[in-house]
């Protein structure tokens, strides 16, 4: 099947899904005033591969074949330089927010591939090909999918057996001869409400005790049981003008129920066997993070770009601490872009994958992430108070106000204000407004936070062997 | 003249104003969608000196005089750790939200008794006597004041007079027997819309040939040829429950033009002395970032609350990284409120009036707000990313989504789905929102930015005396 | 007894003490090479007592008795500011490098006044009283003393009792009628070689099994058993130009050897009361850690002197980036004085005596410490590579070079090379020699680490009070 | 000819050169006892280019030819690369103490080679030609070499005419037909001591006005009239037990007069071009902080092994305080190798020579240097005091104290208080003596300080196409 077009892609999503928005069954996501923008968002990806300026980098021929470069399976170096460019390219494309409906999809196949490639060694050799076969479908499908991975936890002290509810961790409560039926609920589920499949991952290590919770598996958006609850946070209808990025694009997560799902046999990946649960999450997570700092990119430019252009536009551009300022955001920018470069070029091939360098990678999401609030202080900082302070878009028409707005909201020479105030909106929007809100929260917990990156990274570093140049410098 | 009630301050608005919202007029803040609110939460101030709780602090009395602590002048150290109080208990009561049209006039107030000093003792006593005339005339009324200050400013590397356009700092372009006509813009006024006076100082030093922009006084807020064109950042209409403090809580900003505004000679408290515009200014600031702390603590309270509520509620209160970020926000707040009370007991007397120490108040303002997006991000870490995909409000209540969000979105043992959903959502209002960004911008800019803070502390501090003690040290 | 002079403490020295350097039992140390510098480096403070300048603060009279403030109990805020002020004072005499003769003693005598009125309060008064009898003793004898607290401590992830080695922590080996024996050894004892007694408390709170463990005590230096083993850090012969401070001041440290020393029963102030070992440790670092940030506040200044004295010899003062690194510096200083001012200000009077307040001390000490190495860079910075590469003393003087050194290394005009040259030397001692390196050590660990620091701010701090305001704000 | 044994080196050393220490002559620095150590720790790269562990890194062959590979012009990445691992593998041989007799003077030579190329098209082909030859000599003689780049420089805001004196920077005094006689000093020499060659660069930018010190050339060690004052720092007499590392490696810094010094033709690069006098300075350090960052790999190694490695003898390797600390060290180390190995690959190609990419060396340059001391904090923090209280190495054979030091400083079961000793000592040179000082100074100020760095990095990043992005994000 070749690459499908917006319109199909849009078709699909009408499959009687059962996605709640405010509390409300969503008849049709297409047409839904802000699950329509997360669509509309998403055709991106689609109409980039018929684009000549993308083409190039978003489609892959194999022979008669084409397919979306997304679904390659990277075999070194270059393939995940590749990739981290179209990531980039199409989030740069998607005003610096990520697509995603075939990022974290192709992350969590590349992990499925790795460990099935594991338990086959282990003479489990069924998943693989599972896995295999699921890929090919999905790419030649040209699918959009979704990643469930985050259990609802309750007690986030607690493992999944130990909690007060059997249900806090998504569990196999029957298992059939084709198939199994699981219960429990995902959160944080992005993309999921205009995907075509749901891929479900463990989200942690599993003991002994938690077989019933080491489950692995892909379903439709449409299979029976399954609900998706919306979040609404951005959902506020907005002004192009005042909100020129977030008024038009949008990503959509979900609650994501799993009320007695059945799942047929090859559709599985994981069951129960609870030395691999940890593994998968853990390999899933060391692609993704991958992915994560690559769709950084566009954003980082965008800070560092805004800082300039409103530097510029505001005639402070050769103040020194200016100066310091714009350097900040572009080492911060470059030190990013650098690292995960180099953890593309520096990774491993496990099972026939490429595996970017998870130091690296981990060092770089956590630099970034780290970092994430300082930069957008730098920019509000550079911007000033007319972030939150400007005029609306209609002081710009009306007869009442347009002549004042016009006359006093210039900047340096040749700056006009209607020029500087959509500047200073863009700026708004990205740094401090509900869409900025939603970035620096995505910066601190998107793909893990904090704590598990710097404990990858722990893992991840040699001290081995410092520690023993260290002793043999002790003379020890 | 009594304290005003409630009634009296609203109705005092309904006076011809002229208030633009998205380029119209509007008819009565009172009962306008977004204004109205704003209106609502300043009526605190009133509420508050008839509440017990607060009278005693509110409420000054002088024989059978009683009016509004915020206009006694302060006469040393006690006074100012009072008005300190003051203001962080009202803003308290306020949800974190200041309340300011006492507040910022105040300041504005001591700072023009004590330049008005100055200018007695250099042979100009009118402009003191006119001050402390304004200055009982608004105490006796109970009054509402907003303060104009930041001009618009055009390209900031250049000067009032040296601007593409003379209007880009407000003017006099007539001098009258009885008074002086003004014309030019001021941005960020707050609380402009919802006042009774408009006081307008000086934003910076001026030179020579800055004479005509060397200008302060006050004008009620209906005066013929003041428009104020509202900002709408953060005017989206909010459900309570899912924005427990914006949806009840806003503070209006406004471009305040001066379209040809003739001011009475009375009202006038700088015409020309450009040697006192820039000491004008600094005085202001001054008695306005003390005022700045002072409000910042309950914002600083609720960071630390929050994070330490929803840790609970998580689960994790007992995990070292979780320990060693709460540390972090208490000693963030400690601090900031050690150093400001310190600023009030060290305070200088000037021309009778007690002025917070400079130096630590600067130093404390810029502590506090060189580090306030990083305090904003270890709330969102402890938080959780259901900052961002919290369902709503409407999935509380409808039948289709309320059982499987009750079920699965509970916390530790003893907190169930609703509580912790509400207190996310206070924290997602307060951190993750478009008010959120509304106080990580208030952060760098209000009150003056970073560099403004730095630069005065540099002044302040004693460097002569410690380099001496250096050289001391150095034996030279 | 009137206060005693300098040739009465060094002749109280030559008492039979057991002292090794390097390996060899010292014979006198007011002769010795390097411990000979730390007893002139101490007389500062019986020479502080009889100057004229410093009387005042030094002395207290009650009547006509005379003695040392140190040994003053505090009754309020007034006596902790002034004590505070003396301890500033004679470390800053002292060129950076404090006293400390007889405020880590007093340190532990009062925490001892409130740890006595506790184990009074619980039907312990004997106690007390011997304290109130040792304290007399001391203060009219006007000794000099060091405190012995930090165990060697062997697996510091164990307590007393569960070491490999029974003496990792010092214990009773032995009760008698009329005292104990003890066995043992505390490490970090500083001005232990040059002071009369030695007192020793717990270092950490204790569980029943460690009944032999909880003991606190005081004997004099010369007390058969004891064992002075004398650290070398920093120990090398100096010249005074290139170490205008180093070469003159000095502080020893010593790991101290208890080897069955007998404790007169006067002499006990904890003898198995287990329950009272850790307030005991916690107690006294309240007290030290106030008296640690007095003692910073003239290295702050220094820093910040050096800073600015060099930038203006160098002719770097206008440079936009070194206002901000000098700013920085004044800022660190301004805060931790401030919050240590404040600290005074806020105590609490326990047992009659005014315990600083600990949230705020422990923030100022954290602040200081966390930010000193911060603070090292920026002087580095400023000063320039000559911190390590200016030519020697005697490069200044020989006919072969001297001309060339003159010639070559002035600065600004006006600033000849011998004066920056001096300067230069007295940051390169203060910064980047082993002095220095001494001072970022202390930073780090003296008066307890980072993370006893965090650890007592996080329990001080109320979170209790600020979470029920962040629930309130939820309405939860 | 071939490489150099050990012998030929020292040997080449005694040619009568003019070096002075602590105002008295050198008669020969092999045999003096500081400079002398110097001398022993430049041997370790000639011995090992006859090691067979380094042999194949350190020397290059062409045919019958062998030369040490630092003299090799780099074509491209890999070249780069190898040249970084040559560098840090011997500094890291050389415990952490880079060694430098060579990577600056071929830092030096590429630089000229490119800045020849430019001149030569502009019709100045004769200096290329020059560089060319002095290069084969350099290379093919094996020599040492030092760079003298930075003047004296007065008062650091004035240019060299602009000087109140003018031998504040080196100038031509004389041109001849056969050569330039210059007069004035460079400050900061390193290796020149024990250097064969010493290359001259100018130190910045030059105007018209500065055409005489407008120069670039090389001249041997014992070239008359050259005079070299060696700096003392960290030069006093060190147990090899107490300072493993600094009693046993040393680098000489000199202020290097130009008392009247002769200059032949061939040796001159750059003769009052005063346009290419920036160009040369900059080249330089594109070369040069390539090579900082490769020589401080192993000290950043050194700093995260030693941290390791006492964390476990201490016996908290588990703590969660002490992990975050580790990761901290980690992913600082893990950041600047990716960012500098990234620099390499990133190369560009001019006149024939691979320059390490600028924008990533100056920001990893950057990120060392001003994170460095927090490393060291981090390093004492887990330490421990013992840093600058632990007995003296003759403590451990005394029959007097051994058997106390031994009871009583081991550390966690199995780590013996002589081995904790011996790595504690070794932290404490690194971290807490006169040579973790000097490298603190270094971190700051060698290859350029904070600012130029900063700068640098502020030029070579692509703001252009940055903010054209945020403009085409802002509609405008």
Do not use: W
């Not at 021929?61 to 070194?76: C, D, I, M």
């Amino acid at each position: 099947m070749p690459l499908r077009t917006v319109e199909q892609y849009k078709n699909s999503l009408r499959d009687g899904r059962a996605v709640y928005f405010r509390g409300e069954k969503v008849s049709d996501v297409n047409t839904h005033p802000v699950i329509g923008l997360a669509v509309e968002h998403a055709t991106i990806d689609y109409k980039m591969a018929e684009d000549p300026r993308f083409r190039e980098l978003a489609v892959m021929r194999e022979g008669a074949e084409e397919y979306s470069r997304y679904y390659h399976l990277p075999k070194g170096g270059t393939d995940l330089l590749k990739r981290s460019e179209l990531i980039a390219t199409s989030t740069r494309a998607a005003a610096t927010l990520v697509i995603l409906i075939k990022e974290i999809g192709t992350d969590a196949l590349f992990a499925l591939h790795v460990v099935g490639g594991h338990m086959a060694a282990k003479g489990k050799p069924e998943y693989l090909e599972r896995v295999q076969k699921y890929h090919r479908y999905c790419r030649d499908n040209d699918l959009a999918m979704a990643v469930a991975q985050t259990d609802v936890k309750g007690d986030r002290s607690l493992g999944p057996s130990a909690q007060e509810h059997p249900d806090y961790y998504l569990r196999i409560v029957e298992e059939r001869k084709d198939g199994i039926v699981v219960r429990g609920a995902k959160i944080h589920t992005s993309v999921s409400t205009n995907s075509n499949e749901i891929v479900v991952l463990p989200t942690r290590a599993m003991k002994p005790e938690d077989k019933a919770y080491a489950v692995a598996f892909a379903i439709p958006a449409n299979a029976p049981g399954l609900k998706m609850i919306a979040a609404t946070h951005g959902s506020a209808q907005k002004d192009p003008i005042e909100h020129p990025i977030s008024a038009r694009h949008k990503m959509m997560e979900t609650l994501t129920v799993f009320d007695d799902v059945f799942v047929p046999k090859e559709r599985i990946f994981l069951q129960g066997e609870v030395e691999f649960a940890g593994l998968m999450a853990l390999t899933f997570v060391r692609f993704h993070r991958f992915t994560a700092v690559s769709y950084k990119l566009p954003l980082m430019e965008a800070l560092s770009g805004a800082a300039y252009a409103v530097a510029e536009a505001n005639g402070i551009l050769a103040a020194s601490h200016v100066r310091d300022k714009l350097t900040h955001l572009a080492a911060y920018h470059t030190m990013v872009r650098g690292l995960i470069e180099r953890a593309a070029e520096t990774c491993t091939v496990e099972h026939g994958i490429a595996v970017p360098n998870t130091l690296l990678t981990n060092v770089a999401k956590y630099h970034f992430a780290h970092n994430y609030h300082q930069a957008v202080q730098i920019v509000q900082d550079l911007t000033g108070a007319l972030l939150v302070t400007a005029p609306a878009a209609e002081d710009l028409t009306s007869e009442a106000t347009r002549a004042y707005v016009l006359k006093y909201l210039g900047g340096r020479k040749g700056f006009d204000a209607e020029r500087r105030l959509r500047l200073i909106n863009m700026i708004s929007d990205l740094t401090a407004s509900d869409y900025g809100a939603y970035q620096e929260v995505l910066a601190v917990h998107a793909e893990g936070g904090f704590e598990a990156e710097k404990l990858q990274a722990y893992r991840e570093y040699d001290f081995k062997s410092v520690a023993a140049y260290a002793r043999t410098l002790a003379g020890i």
